[in-house]
């Protein structure tokens, strides 16, 4: 009989990055929670760094699958409360939602992989980066529960996240900032395509009533003119 193995209690310890296999990564996160803790704090780490404009090498931005899964869940949840007054409260659109944000993320990855890569290759992807950035819109949440209050202060934080990104892109990637742009410009044409695909196959599927998504964006049209008229 094997006696127990005491894993150590600090997570540096462990060469965490060489470990290619999941199941092992993921064991090693049940049986040493301080592992977990450890790499999430890291990932914030590299979150505020970018936020004060403070970038690395892309393969710095090495994070374990749980944390992509956990953070890509928040950045859905935070958007599907964005916008359900848009989308309507149905079941269906808070999967579309967080599928949608999955697919963005992959493709503004992989367009900047394949745009910025092609003229200056590097070792490393840009999926760890784009969530670091991605995370960033999380204090946003907050104007829904003061949208008086926090609407401009909330608008501003979205544009510097969005110039943070940029910013890092063009500092890591070491190319101009016109070519980021075009970067930008295919992933916001994938993306509606691939939105409006995922759409028209969620109505397939009947998760989601397109029609009843028009009814309530028409309501809030409605809402919102009634109380432009009453100022």
């Given amino acids: 009989m094997l006696g127990k193995i005491d894993i150590p209690v600090f997570c540096p310890v462990l060469d965490y990055d060489a470990i290619e296999w999941l199941p092992v990564k993921t064991a090693i996160l049940i049986y040493n929670p301080n592992c977990g803790i450890d790499l999430m704090y890291q990932f914030f780490l590299d979150a505020c760094a970018a936020l004060r404009l403070r970038f690395y090498p892309k393969t710095h ?6 944390i992509f899964v956990t953070v890509l869940l928040a950045l859905g949840l935070m958007n599907m409360a964005n916008m359900s007054q848009i989308l309507g ?3 269906g659109i808070t999967i579309f939602v967080i599928v949608l944000t999955v697919v963005r993320w992959g493709v503004l990855s992989m367009v900047m992989e394949i745009i910025l ?3 200056n290759k590097q070792p490393g992807h840009w999926y760890g980066y784009v969530l670091a950035t991605e995370v960033l819109i999380l204090p946003t949440l907050a104007t829904l529960y003061w949208p008086q209050v926090l609407a ?3 608008s501003l934080w979205l544009l510097w996240t969005l110039v943070v990104q940029i910013f890092g892109f063009v500092r890591i990637s070491q190319q101009n900032i016109f070519k980021v742009f075009l970067g930008y410009i295919i992933y916001f044409l994938i993306t509606c395509l ?3 695909i995922l ?3 969620f109505s397939a599927m009947g998760w989601v009533d397109i029609n009843s998504m028009s009814d309530a964006f028409r309501q809030m049209l409605e809402a919102q003119s009634a109380g432009t008229g009453m100022r």
């Fill in 199 to 201: 759409l028209l196959l």
């Fill in 61 to 66: 931005y090495r994070y374990n699958p749980l």
């Fill in 194 to 196: 691939a939105g409006g």
């Fill in 89 to 91: 409260r149905q079941t």
């Fill in 117 to 119: 890569g092609y003229y």
């Fill in 152 to 154: 401009t202060p909330g």
